[in-house]
């Protein structure tokens, strides 16, 4: 009998915060509510006001509750990479039981070897990301438990950011009324779902531009290798367009999502659209080839950045090319500029889920697919995730709005509830 188990993630971006409730049923992902509003209170991925952001969180929280009659309770949240640092570790312990069988208490145990290090008291431990397990002689093993042998041990990349900027965020999820269910960084979760096997595998750049920065993260050999934030998004896009044509910003972002093209080439120059002056009755008439200079002058900038970022990183080569994703690439002509700016294979990368059929869901998508992943890895998902009709479709600002949806954990987990949550992108 089919069962079926349900997640809400939590996806705090610069420009919109998003709440995704996703029901996954046998790696089938179906949405069943979408919460989405404008940001306060945050710039370029850092919290500068935190009432501002809370505010914010609770109003996607409301329109989730309200498409579903659902109350949440709890979220999969997603750190950005601001600040992030990537660091080789290793973990060596001896199996412990009598037959020499690999256990989960040997995997606890290697798992948690492997973080014995000086770890800055600036920074934060987000994710746990293996290489590999070595059993005795025998490497690139995926699972060990289950096998013989007497040594056990794990490469694995340890993922640190700042803890000021963490703690700032678990303070407006829970100033909200919500609890965390996992953590994960926002890049390592979406690039594990939006890029093929191949392009794991062979070295891939997974860019996702926002709207107040953009995100370029590599991976190869099916692992996360290298993430950094550039300060330059959408935003910045709105607010050339808003100077340049004299026009307020809401009226700018509005003509870059209904006449926005990023390719000169491609834009159309027969097509007027007016737009109003600032302080004037009058409005100007503007064509969409005109404003694609705009639009194009601005991501052919961004583009250069990307490309110095990934030279200075050490990167000239990816033979699995580039996969671009968030919200400012459902412009037009972004494709084809990238194209030709990159000199590479680009591709975009949309979900493909009924409701959240755009790019700027890419993380959210990610995070629940990502935490039902390892869930099923770790034996977490026997229990019916438990759903409460709230009352009202109304939202209620406290702790009395708490009634959601997640996987029942067995008892007496120990370790491997708390170090489940840093065992990332290596068990699909």
Do not use: W
């Not at 809400?8 to 992902?29: A, C, P, Q, R, Y």
């Not at 952001?53 to 659902?70: F, P, Y």
């Not at 994960?184 to 920065?213: K, V």
């Not at 007027?272 to 694609?292: H, M, N, T, W």
Request: charged content about 25%.
């Amino acid at each position: 009998m089919s069962q079926s188990y349900n997640y809400v993630s939590l996806d705090i971006g610069s420009s919109t915060i998003k709440v995704l409730i996703g029901e996954m049923d046998h790696n089938s992902l179906h949405v069943i509510g979408v919460g989405n509003v404008q940001s306060a209170g945050i710039r370029k991925g850092t919290i500068i006001d935190i009432d501002a952001t809370v505010q914010s969180i609770r109003k996607a929280i409301e329109q989730a509750e309200r498409m579903t009659g659902l109350k949440i309770e709890d979220v999969v949240l997603g750190i950005p990479a601001n600040g992030v640092q990537l660091q080789d570790v290793k973990g060596v312990v001896a199996v412990n039981s009598e037959n020499r069988e690999i256990t989960d208490d040997d995997l606890e145990r290697v798992m948690k070897s492997s973080q014995v290090m000086n770890v800055p008291p600036e920074r934060e431990i987000v994710n746990l990301v293996p290489k590999q397990f070595i059993v005795d002689d025998y490497d690139e093993i995926t699972d060990p438990r289950g096998m013989m042998g007497v040594r056990l041990e794990m490469d694995a990349t340890l993922i640190t950011t700042s803890k000021t900027l963490v703690h700032n965020i678990l303070r407006c999820v829970e100033r909200a009324g919500l609890q965390i269910r996992e953590i994960y960084l926002q890049p390592l979760a979406a690039g594990t779902f939006a890029l093929s096997e191949d392009e794991m595998n062979h070295g891939t750049a997974f860019i996702d531009i926002g709207g107040g920065s953009t995100t370029i993260s590599v991976f190869a050999e099916n692992r996360l290798v290298k993430t950094s934030v550039l300060p330059i998004g959408g935003d910045h896009i709105t607010k050339d367009l808003s100077i340049v044509l004299k026009t307020p910003t809401e009226q700018a972002r509005m003509i870059k999502h209904q006449h926005g093209h990023a390719f000169y080439d491609d834009a159309s120059d027969d097509e007027l659209f007016e737009v109003p002056v600032i302080g004037a009755d009058s409005k100007d008439q503007y064509s969409q080839r005109y404003i694609s200079e705009i639009i194009g002058s601005r991501l052919e900038e961004l583009f250069d950045l990307i490309l110095e970022d990934l030279y200075e990183a050490g990167i000239h080569d990816l033979p699995g090319g580039i996969v671009i994703t968030g919200g400012t690439a459902k412009l037009d002509g972004v494709l084809q500029l990238a194209r030709e700016i990159f000199k590479t294979r680009v591709r975009l990368y949309t979900p493909e889920y009924i409701g959240v059929r755009e790019p700027m869901y890419s993380t959210a998508v990610g995070l629940i697919r990502y935490a039902y992943m390892e869930d099923v890895f770790f034996g977490h998902e026997e229990g019916q995730a438990s759903l409460s009709q709230a009352d009202e479709a109304v939202y209620e600002p406290a702790e009395q709005n708490t009634k959601l949806v997640r996987p029942k954990k067995e008892k007496g987990e120990g370790f491997m509830k708390k170090a489940k949550k840093m065992f990332d992108n290596f068990f699909e």
